[in-house]
Structure formats: structure tokens, C-alpha cells
Nanobody, 118 residues
Framework: VQLQASGGGLVQAGGSLRLSCAASGSISSINIMGWYRQAPGKQRELVATIAAAGSTTYADSVKGRFTISRDNAKNTVYLQMNSLKPEDTAVYYC?????????????WGKGTLVTVSS
């Protein structure tokens, strides 16, 4: 299963960006889709997840500013990021947990860089 992420870039503080990540390959179903991020010199951290039925979780640092959503027909997850802050600067990775016909899988995208200038 391959993940293709897009939507990163440079934005000023207070601005918005929308990330997308599409999963392709041999997929029977997808359970959890999520976004993680890794800032320079820091460990990768959870940003947000969304289950197949639509329930969501968010890191405290992004609650009220970021919104995760998914399109099950397109096997795609989105992350709408508003009111961006310099501390949101990081490489953002999408993550998908799902099922092939005979086995489960967990896949990571290659990452997309988000830079927020002050």
C-alpha cells in the first residue's frame, strides 16, 4: 500500500494549509487514518486520527485549529490547518492502518514539509 501526501508549503503565521494523503494499492478496508509530525530535533508526535466511522482524536496543541477528515471512497485523509503557528513547523506524515484481503497493514507516507514563518 502506497501513500501519497501533498499540500505542504510555506505560510505565514495565522495562515492556513490543507494536507491530503491518498492510499493506493491492494486495500480491502481502512480502519484508522492519521497525521503525525516531526519537528527538527524532536520526536515524531501524533497530530490527529480519524476512524472509519468518523470519530476523531487530536493533540491538545492543535485542538480548535486543525480538522481531520476522510473520504472513504477515495481512501484519502485530509488535514485542514488553520491559525498556523511557527511551532507547527514540521514534516507531516500520514499513516494508514487497514486490511488487505489476507492480512493487515500499517503504512506511512514519505512526509510533506510545513513551514510557518513568524
Amino acid at each position: 500500500v502506497q501513500l501519497q501526501a501533498s499540500g505542504g508549503g510555506l505560510v505565514q503565521a495565522g495562515g492556513s494549509l490543507r494536507l491530503s494523503c491518498a492510499a493506493s494499492g491492494s486495500i480491502s478496508s481502512i480502519n484508522i487514518m492519521g497525521w503525525y509530525r516531526q519537528a527538527p530535533g524532536k520526536q515524531r508526535e501524533l497530530v490527529a486520527t480519524i476512524a472509519a466511522a468518523g470519530s476523531t482524536t487530536y493533540a491538545d496543541s492543535v485542538k480548535g485549529r486543525f480538522t481531520i477528515s476522510r473520504d472513504n471512497a477515495k481512501n484519502t485523509v485530509y488535514l485542514q490547518m488553520n491559525s498556523l503557528k511557527p511551532e507547527d513547523t514540521a514534516v507531516y506524515y500520514c499513516n494508514v492502518d487497514g486490511q488487505r484481503r489476507f492480512s493487515g497493514f500499517i503504512s506511512w507516507g514519505k512526509g510533506t514539509l510545513v513551514t510557518v514563518s513568524s
